[in-house]
């Protein structure tokens, strides 16, 4: 698709962020755009391991399904169908486009945040950005690979706005939230056609990727054992037949006894 590119074919260069201008909101939009084709940035990834799968943000602990966001997060750890160096070609790449979108909030300051900072002062506006690369750390202070969280939309019948492909150009058929939790599993390797969107509120600004396509490998899931699973027979069947054995022996042994009573 000519409107989607590689990320390894893809230069920062290219990476056109246009000056935000009011919106009828009252608020201020901003477009990032890929400078080749002039038109909204849409990106394909590699293929990297997702740590939760489809997973959701519920603001109102089960009272209000609706109010849930959904979101795919991927690790910069590639899956088993890529490699680290590609992987290493994507992280970077992300890296890059979150410093050149601080640099163009300094530039940009005083439509954004109403007061004008000096590239001296890029710490305050790094930390006034929401990068799209999120380090990883653990409540025990473990450094994980950094990750990437992509936002899974709704469509108008409040279910996934989200194309799945596995082993078809035809997109699995997305019925539930719950279907996509099936289809997307923690630990899978994934690709994804992402959409670049900058947004800015008031006191902050960043940067969002919206997942628009995913393609899964084409593996089955192998679950958990329900019932008896072992190599070898149970021993409680084992135990039958030597207890049988031994009825068996105990009858032949009082039917030889009556025998022998009788012939007295």
Known sequence: MDSVVLYNNLSLE?????????NKNKGLSAAIINGKTKASLYMETPYC??????????????ADETKKSWSLTMMAVPGANDSEDNVKVFHELLK?????MIDWGIENSMLIFKKAYK?????IVEALYKRCVKPSVGKDGTVYADRFDFKIMKNELGLPDLQVFKDSATPLSLDSWDTLQQSIVKGMPIKAIIQFRIFIIPGSFGLSLKS???????????????SYAFSEPPESLAN?????????EVVDSDEEESSSSAKK
């Open 14 to 22: 290219d990476v056109i962020l246009t000056t935000p201008k009011p």
């Open 49 to 62: 391991k997702t740590p939760f799968g489809a997973s959701a943000y519920d603001p109102t602990n089960g």
């Open 96 to 100: 890059s486009i979150d410093e050149k």
């Open 119 to 123: 590239p001296s002062q890029r710490g």
């Open 212 to 226: 628009l396509q995913i393609k899964i490998p084409n593996v089955s899931r192998i679950s958990k054992p329900v």
């Open 240 to 248: 039958e037949d030597r207890d049988d054995d031994v009825v068996s």
